[in-house]
């Protein structure tokens, strides 16, 4: 990880890596509602309320996504005002980069670093897949000059057309001489951006899609660790543990990356498209890659974060959730083994406009703590903000997590 970027504790460094040994500061106390909304007004915090509870009402949630998608993309007028001003408001950094200035600098004063994610997704055309990928060397290239930005994120869909990933989903791919000419653009971008990655010091984290894309994904994954995390882990593909086989996908991804002599780069998420992929599954008349309930998922996720921290010379990993036990694993788990909670290795992240208690009781504490950051233009940014109002309904989520919190705030500003 940047080196630069990493977060002392306010009490003091943190302990070095070696023997274990009691934590020599309290853990975060995730609870802490006034530190966690100090950054926001009542007027803001209201807002922010209003928006989680009409979310929180699945019905309303869906219908409004549905017609604000719609409404956008036909241009109504005031639709984009009206998405600006609400959904957009509260997950996303910018129309631009520079317009998601303010907001990192926001962050990086409160010790938390950004992950640029530009929201563009599954585009068809080679001029749009070009300017996505101008998009991502842009990043890189600010993400090299401030220690508030420390990496990028790039989404397989946004450089490839989706008809290709799915020919190559379960193919070996010939990477030294590729059977088609439009894929060899796809790996010739992928490697630019990750090149511009290792050169401005930062990392480049490749999101986990669809599972019908997902085989490809990761054998291009596979590719720039073994091109470009010879010396520090670059590159991290994303590892969705919502599916009943990737935790030991993962144990095989770090038994290629110790064959191949690279550090294994690895972002643990549960898992972004559950609705999605037990509809196709329904459809195809094939087993569902998701596991059997909520609970496998949790126990996989939290013994993926347990293998990572077991490997974490040969492993380097971001926590990407919003569980709050998931997270409390990973800083009990430092802890009690007397790794340093900076360590270059281990990472957490929410994304922009959730879970603020981790993510800023997290970098207080001394952990390294970042903010995934999708901006973009409204229309560009659309299926993601429809991901963010699913997952914020009792469908998925913990129901009204946000809005619990929110409250509690609100309640002790009063009293
Ligand atoms: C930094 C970051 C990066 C991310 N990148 C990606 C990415 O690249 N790809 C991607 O797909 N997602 C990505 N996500 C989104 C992530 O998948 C969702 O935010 C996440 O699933 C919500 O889970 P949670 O860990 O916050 O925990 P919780 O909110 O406690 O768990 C909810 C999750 O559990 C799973 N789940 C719910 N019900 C069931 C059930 N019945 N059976 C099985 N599993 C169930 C679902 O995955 C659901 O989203 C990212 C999230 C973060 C924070």
Redesign the pocket.
């Known amino acids: 990880m940047n080196q630069a970027s990493h977060v002392e504790s306010p009490d003091g460094p943190a302990p070095a890596q070696g023997a274990p040994e009691a934590p020599s500061h309290p853990l975060p106390d995730f609870s802490d509602t006034e530190k966690t909304f100090s950054h926001l007004s009542d007027g803001e915090l209201k807002g922010a309320g209003r928006l989680f509870s009409l979310m929180g009402k699945s019905w309303l949630s869906h219908f409004l996504s549905k017609l604000g998608s719609w409404a956008v993309r036909w241009r109504l007028p005031f639709a984009e005002w009206g998405v600006r001003n609400t959904i957009y408001r509260q997950f996303v950094g910018g129309t631009s980069l520079k317009n998601a200035l303010p907001t990192i600098e926001r962050l990086h004063k409160r010790g938390v670093t950004s992950?640029m994610d530009y929201g563009a997704e599954a585009k068809e055309s080679e001029e749009d897949f070009d300017r996505f990928r101008d998009e991502i060397l842009k990043a890189a290239k600010l993400s090299g000059t401030t220690e508030a930005v420390d990496s990028v994120v790039v989404k397989i869909t946004g450089l490839a057309p989706n008809h290709l990933l799915e020919k190559f989903n379960g193919r070996t791919i010939r990477f030294d001489e590729p059977d088609d000419p439009v894929f060899t653009r796809v790996i010739e971008r992928l490697d630019q951006v990750c090149q511009a990655a290792s050169e401005s010091n930062i990392e480049i984290?490749i999101?986990?899609?669809e599972s019908w894309f997902q085989g490809t994904i990761d054998q291009l994954a596979d590719e720039m660790m073994r091109r470009y995390n010879q010396k520090r882990g670059v590159v991290l593909n994303?590892y969705?543990l919502?599916r009943h086989d990737r935790l030991e996908f993962l144990k095989r991804s770090h038994e290629r990356a110790q064959a191949g002599g690279y550090i294994l780069g690895c972002?643990l998420?549960?898992?972004?498209?559950?609705v999605k992929e037990a509809k196709r599954a329904e459809e195809g008349g094939y087993p569902t890659p998701?596991?059997?309930?909520?609970e496998?998922?949790?126990a996989d996720?939290n013994a993926a974060v347990e293998y990572c921290i077991d490997h974490i010379e040969e492993v380097s990993f971001?926590v990407?959730?919003?569980?709050e036990a998931?997270v409390r694993l990973l800083t009990e788990s430092l802890d009690r083994r007397g790794i340093a909670r900076n360590h270059p290795h281990a990472r957490c992240?929410?994304?922009l406009g959730?879970?603020d208690n981790l993510t800023f009781n997290l970098a207080a504490g001394g952990y390294n703590s970042?903010k995934?950051m999708v901006y973009g233009p409204v229309a560009e940014v659309l299926p993601y903000l429809v991901r963010r109002a699913q997952?914020n309904t009792s469908v998925?989520?913990?129901m009204g997590?946000e809005l619990r919190m929110i409250k509690d705030e609100l309640r002790r500003r009063r009293s």
Request: hydrophobic letters at 30%; charged letters at 15%.
């Open positions: 992950i984290y999101d986990a899609e994303t969705q919502y972002k998420v549960r898992g972004a498209y559950m998701i596991q059997p309930n909520i496998a998922t949790h996720y971001l990407g959730s919003h569980n998931s992240a929410q994304l959730m879970s970042s995934y997952e998925t989520g913990e997590r």
